[in-house]
């Protein structure tokens, strides 16, 4: 009577193999400092003047004349109004107030999305991609069976990126019904340039297929060539799905807010799938909470876009930081540039899990092995910007002089 | 490629309709002041030793030393903890902190459980009962076909609570695997003693099913022998799930904190639920605010459950008012003594959207249609205690003086 989906997923999840390593570690060497550069967890502190919102917003909720109940299931209209101007119309995207809806955060929204698709469809992901979107898939059945050897699940379509493509993925031969893209990439801190993006727009659109576009971390890109949004590409309102988080350029990792754009115009099998994640929302979450809608509004501030624009400068000097260490220690390094992560080669032969305890245990410094986001993704290292700069540059000097192969 | 599932349930959410009507009316009647005792949603602010939490923990997030990322994806461990002590085993359930899971509220909890569960078992649900049970399955596609004429699904075994069993469910002729209870009842308001409850624990464990016990009211119990949790019963430990919200007892509607209780017993097929549940969690779900979970430890503190239980009288005298008021008026009336709900029989032969309108065009009060909660609700009504005392006061008074049929 139980899921058994549940019981072909391997192991547990990457993040806490990662963290019950590091605690074993820490207890055989209590005296360590340890470095996280593994998770993509933020540590600037929540801005000044989002802080203040929230404090205003807590105050109302305590006072009878000002409290307010259940939110609407798909977010307050201030904060959606807000996205929908700010996000997108500024960009020149047509996408109206009514096509936002505003989560509890990224991960639910890429983790339920795939509800609302039968159960037979086809899902093409990029290799290596953040973990959630095959587990989500795989716990509703749809990716076959797992090959231990391989990584592989037998009805998955993969997408390698790798240095051998340039981290660009190619048209699968096999056409998806869902396409998921993480660009600016988690975990390789990669992206393609908007031409190719619209690539992929007509793709979807000239074989009916579904990208469901994870667009978390835009907020690091700066080439002027990379779109921030599917939607400004032509075509993107009749396939396009995207996700949107307040984590990263924020800060809001432990705030929790995020939203999905579903424009009208999207329909398949003759239903707009507008109404159905509608339903979904409506029937399954209670939307989220006032407190912190009214932060996520605050973002869009003046004063809340100067200070998260320096929170990302922050970041991004330490992405920098990262990538000239390894560049001098001698590694092979992709992303940092339109991304808050670093993605080393390897050296020699040597695994995503073997450098990982390598670099533990020499340096006490923590990544993400490549190999725990896919197939594609052995041999390769993840790095994150998310420390404090001084941690990073410790980190960084630790790295370049242990030898870890 | 769609879910076709959702193509499947009929019409829109019960609340969504009822908004609207409220919102033609409103617009026809700009004068009218409109008393809503329909939607369960409190109305007292949030208590101050809980609003002083929140404060704090804003503040612990504006400072580098004392922000917090990403939490825990099953909550926080003095959260967890607190709940333990003073929900369990405080009355002798053996409840452990690691059997608690944190979430965003009752409602995506109780939306979501069905996914650890095969896609071919069979549910039961009280009827009438809280839409979410009977929806989200639906939507996984375990509920075979609906019945437009009489309301039913297909492969969903209903237990009618009516008047003509006080309210009891019988045991159903063909065993179900997942029996939702949601005890004290919404939308009747009526509940079961706990030799009752003890019952039904003993029939799961002889039939193996599973219970998902909804106790999203047991603060509003007033009669001593009405378990407030299940796990006061022997055995519940190896059959019960339980759901819990902080939207009732501490006015959390719009603040979004719940969990969910799966014991390390509980096993099915071998497997232990409470692993498949972390997994769920740990894939699609990333944590409950810590801002709101530090709300939710302050509702057990001293002063925390001084203040609520409080508002808890409040809305229980509100209760009175209305069941008092209801049986003045020659109505008859169930529910109000162990619950916020108070439930009446429609006069004659009126169906529960006859007296909606008439209740809502002659009386302007609003409150909401039993047959939304299922076939067996159809001739009954609901209103919640959940509005000021002065609009109850107010409401009642209208419907003293209105002939409604």
Redesign the interface.
């Known amino acids: ?4 989906n ?2 072909k ?1 391997p192991g ?2 990457l993040f ?1 193999t990662i963290a019950k390593k590091v605690k074993e570690y820490q207890g055989q060497h209590p005296d360590k400092e340890i470095i996280r550069l593994g ?1 993509g ?8 003047s989002i ?1 203040a919102a ?2 205003q917003a ?2 109302e ?4 004349a000002t ?5 609407p299931d798909l977010g307050y209209d201030f904060l959606r109004e807000t996205i929908a101007k700010q996000d997108y119309q500024a960009r020149g995207c047509q996408i109206a107030a009514d096509e936002i809806f505003v989560s ?2 990224a ?2 929204d890429s ?2 999305i795939q ?5 037979n ?1 086809r899902i093409a992901v990029c290799d290596p991609v953040y973990p ?1 979107y095959v ?2 898939n795989v ?1 509703a ?1 749809r990716c076959g069976t797992y090959d231990e050897k391989t990584g592989m699940w037998s009805d998955v379509i993969y997408m390698p990126c790798t240095r051998e493509n340039q981290f660009v993925p190619a048209f699968p031969k096999e056409v998806p ?2 396409i998921y893209l993480c660009l600016p990439n988690n975990p390789s801190g990669t992206t393609i340039p908007k031409s190719a993006l619209q690539d992929w727009v007509d793709y979807a659109n000239r074989n ?1 297929a ?1 990208i469901i576009y994870d667009a978390a971390y835009e907020a690091y890109i700066t080439e002027s060539n990379v779109a921030h949004s599917i939607y400004e590409c032509e075509g993107a309102r009749t396939c396009a799905i995207e996700i949107r988080s307040f984590s990263k350029n924020a ?1 809001f ?4 807010l995020g939203f999905t754009v579903v424009p009208k115009d999207l329909k ?2 003759g ?1 707009a ?1 507008h109404g ?1 994640w509608a ?2 929302h ?11 809608q009214r932060a996520g509004e605050a973002v869009y501030s003046t004063e809340g876009q100067k200070e998260i624009k320096e929170q990302i400068a922050y970041y991004m000097r330490n992405a920098a930081t990262i990538k000239k260490g390894l560049l001098d220690a001698g590694y092979e390094v992709y992303g940092g540039v339109n991304a808050p992560y670093i993605w080393l080669k390897t050296p020699g032969q040597m695994t995503s899990w073997a450098f990982f305890d390598a670099l533990l245990e020499k340096a006490a410094v923590v990544g993400t092995p490549g190999s725990g986001f896919g197939p594609s993704g052995e041999g390769y290292f993840r790095l994150t910007a998310f420390g404090s700069y001084e941690n990073t540059q410790k980190a960084l000097e630790r790295i370049r002089t242990t030898p870890l192969s």
């Open positions: 009577m139980i899921n058994t549940y019981q997923l547990s999840y806490s998770i967890d933020v540590t600037q502190p929540i801005a000044p802080i929230m404090h807590v105050d909720m305590g006072d009878a409290f307010r109940g259940y939110a509890d955060g991960k639910s983790g339920n509800e609302i698709f039968a159960e469809i959630v587990d989500s716990m059945g019904d869902l009916g579904v800060g990792t432990g705030v929790r398949r099998d239903v799938l159905m339903r979904r409506g029937t399954k979450f209670n939307g989220a909470p006032y407190i912190i």
